[in-house]
C-alpha cells in the first residue's frame, strides 16, 4: 500500500463510509463498486474501500471484532499475531514489571495495541510508511504509546525510559517464506544481540526454527514457545530475561477459550509395540520437541523412533494429543487397504500419514470406495514397517 493510499483511507469521510459498509459476504464487488463510482468516487477510493471490507472480513479469524475498527494491509493481516496469543505477550511484559516496551517491527500494531490495553506504554518503531500511519490510527487511544516512522535497529538503544525489546521480524518476500533466521527483517542475530542493554527481550520467530538456532542462555534464561491455536501451529516466541517464566522448551495450546501448557527438555521418548490407542501430539508439542515428555505424562511411548505418534494400551484425555482407539493394523499396500476398507462397507475415509510417501488425494480414488460408512486410515511407520491403521477417533 502506498502512503497516498493510507492518508486517503484515514480521512474521516473514508473512515465512516468503510464503517458503514455491510458485511463483506453480503457485497456483490462489482455492483456495490459501481454504485460507489456513480455516487462520484474516485476509482482508486472504491477500490482501496473494498478492500478493506475484503481485509476486515479475513482478519476477524485472527482478531475477532477487533477488526471491525481497524485498517489492513494484506502483507500486514498475514504478519499479525493473533489477538489470543498478542494478549499473552502483553501479559509477560506486564507481570515481569516492565515499564516501556520498544515493539521494533510494529507492523500494523496489535502487539503494541494489547500492550498498551494493559497500560504499558509502548514505542512502536515502523519502517513502512503507509503501514505506520495504519498502526498509529489503531493506537490513537493510547496517550503513551506512540508509532515512530523509522528504522528501530539504528535508534532503539536510543531511545529514552525503554526497558524491554519485542520484536516480529518479517519472515516473507514476494518468493514465499523465509526459514533461515539470518534471512528475517531485522535477522534474529542482530535482535538478540539487544540482550546487552535489554535482557527483557521477546521475539516472535517462525515456528518451523531449528532447535540449533535458538539462543543460548549465555545473557541470562531463555524460554522457547511454540503456540498452537485451535491445531494450527501459528508461531514460537523467544522469551529473554525477566520474560522467561521457565528455562527450555514449553508448547502453548490453545483450543477456544482454553489454555494449557506443557514444557520439559527435548528428550527422546521410549518405543514399544503397537497399543489399543494411537495418540497424535499436537503440532506445537512436535515443534517443541516434547512427544517424549508428553508420551511420559500420559504413559504412552513411541510407535517408531523417527515417527511422532505415541501408542498405550489405556485411553487418555489430553489437550496435547487427538486420541483414536486402534480397530485393525495391517502391511500397508493398497489393495490390501482397500479390502479392508470394503470389509467395513466404508464410502467416506480421512487419510492422515506421516512417514509415508504417499498423497492422500492420489490414494483416496484408487481405493474405490463404496460404502455408506466413514473411516480414517493412519498410514505410518510401526517399528520401521509401513502400516496402515484403521481407526476411531476419541471424544474430545
Known sequence: MEAETARMLLEPETLALIDS??????????????RLRAQGLDGGLVAAVLTQAELRHKARAKLGEFADGM????????????????ARHARRYAAAGCERVADLTAGLGVDAMTMSALGLPVVAFERDEATALLADHHLRHWRDSVVVHADSMS??????GVD??????????????????????????EVL??????????????????????????????????????????????????LAQREGHAALVIHG???????GDPVHGEMGGLGEYLYEPDGAVIRAGLVGPLGDSIGAHLVDPTIAYLTSDSQVSTPFARGYRVLESMPYSTSRLAKALRAREVGRVEIKKRGIDVTPER????????????????????????????VEPLPR
Open 193 to 242: 544481540a539487544l540482550r546487552d542493554q535489554f535482557p527483557a527481550l521477546g521475539v516472535k520467530v517462525g515456528p518451523g526454527i531449528p532447535h540449533d538456532a535458538l539462543p543460548s542462555a549465555s545473557h541470562g534464561p531463555v524460554e522457547a514457545q511454540w503456540v498452537s491455536v485451535d491445531g494450527d501451529v501459528v508461531e514460537a516466541g523467544l522469551w529473554c530475561g525477566p
Open 164 to 189: 524491554a525489546i519485542f520484536a516480529d521480524p518479517a519472515r516473507r518476500t514476494g518468493r514465499g517464506r523465509r526459514h533461515d533466521p539470518r534471512d528475517y527483517s531485522p535477522p534474529l542475530d
Open 71 to 86: 485498517l489492513f494491509t494484506r502483507e500486514g493481516l498475514e504478519q499479525a499475531t493473533r489477538l489470543s496469543v498478542a
Open 363 to 390: 490414494l483416496r480414488p484408487q481405493l474405490k470406495l463404496r460404502g455408506t460408512e466413514a473411516a480414517t486410515v493412519v498410514l505410518t511407520r510401526v517399528a520401521g514397517r509401513h502400516t496402515a491403521l484403521l
Open 257 to 263: 477459550d482454553e489454555a494449557h501448557e506443557i514444557a
Open 21 to 34: 459498509m455491510p458485511p463483506y459476504e453480503e457485497i456483490e464487488p462489482l455492483s456495490f463498486g459501481s
Open 155 to 160: 535508534t532503539v538503544r536510543d531511545v529514552p
